[in-house]
């Protein structure tokens, strides 16, 4: 299985400010259509996830562009570039590469 | 508007049986890949099984695999789940999504599962 490591598990950020997501994958998402099957959510508070990022760097519709996705091979960051409260909830990276998908462990975000 | 409505979640005894469903409107059901995730309280995401268009392919998680299956009928716009053998450690809110890996990704709201005596 592949497996997906985020950090860090735990982000109090201050409205305004950048902050940033890591995962790294054990083997890379790479399709052989060239795209990467690796995509972020955002869980709000009591709501199911919803997508933020799709292969690795296309914004969902609808999505704030003060949210964007880079990274290659197995490391991957989801970057906010001036927080809002509503951007609080638990972000997971997840890869569709190969059954089982997997989920990183999750990122809490708090406003501090 | 796209919906994806899961349903049939409760309370079942360990070894018991139950089965979820999931019916979407809003989009061509039948062009989908459908998933279903789990969600242990205060855990994270796990996926459970997926099937392809027409039904004809499913894939399942090692912890599931033997005990769970899923199934759609496209006439009705209807995905399935049907879970034997509950154990605790199932446990969970059931989602199910559409197209999990790319942009037309859609989950539903969930149904709750408990199981326990």
């Known amino acids: 299985d592949i497996v997906m490591t985020q950090s860090p598990l735990y982000l109090p950020v201050t409205p305004g400010e950048p902050a940033s997501i890591s995962c790294r994958s054990s083997?890379?998402?790479?399709?052989?259509?060239?795209?990467?099957?690796f995509d972020w959510y955002l869980q709000k508070p009591g709501q199911s996830p919803q997508l933020l990022i799709y292969?690795?760097?296309n914004r969902a519709s609808g999505v704030p562009d003060r949210f964007s996705g880079s990274g290659s091979g197995t490391d991957f960051t989801l970057k906010i570039s001036r927080v809002e409260a509503e951007d609080v909830g638990v972000y997971y990276c997840m890869q569709g590469l190969q059954t089982p998908y997997t989920f990183g462990q999750g990122t809490k975000v708090e406003i501090k | 508007e796209v919906q994806l409505v899961e349903s049939g979640g409760g309370l079942v005894q360990p070894g018991g049986s139950l089965r979820l469903s999931c019916e979407a409107s809003?989009?061509?059901?039948?062009?989908?890949?459908m998933h279903w995730v789990r969600q242990a309280p205060g855990k994270g995401l796990v996926w459970v099984s997926r099937?392809?268009?027409?039904?004809?392919?499913?894939d399942y998680a090692d912890s599931v695999k033997g005990r769970y299956t899923i199934s759609r009928d496209n006439a009705k716009n209807t995905l399935w789940l049907q879970m034997n053998s509950l154990r605790g450690e199932d446990t969970a809110v059931y989602y199910c999504g559409r197209d999990l890996a790319g942009s037309n990704s859609r989950w539903g709201q969930g149904t709750r599962v408990t199981v326990s005596s």
């Open positions: 809003g989009f061509t059901f039948s062009s989908y890949w």
């Open positions: 292969w690795g760097f």
């Open positions: 099937t392809n268009e027409d039904g004809s392919i499913t």
């Open positions: 083997q890379s998402p790479l399709h052989s259509n060239g795209n990467y099957f």
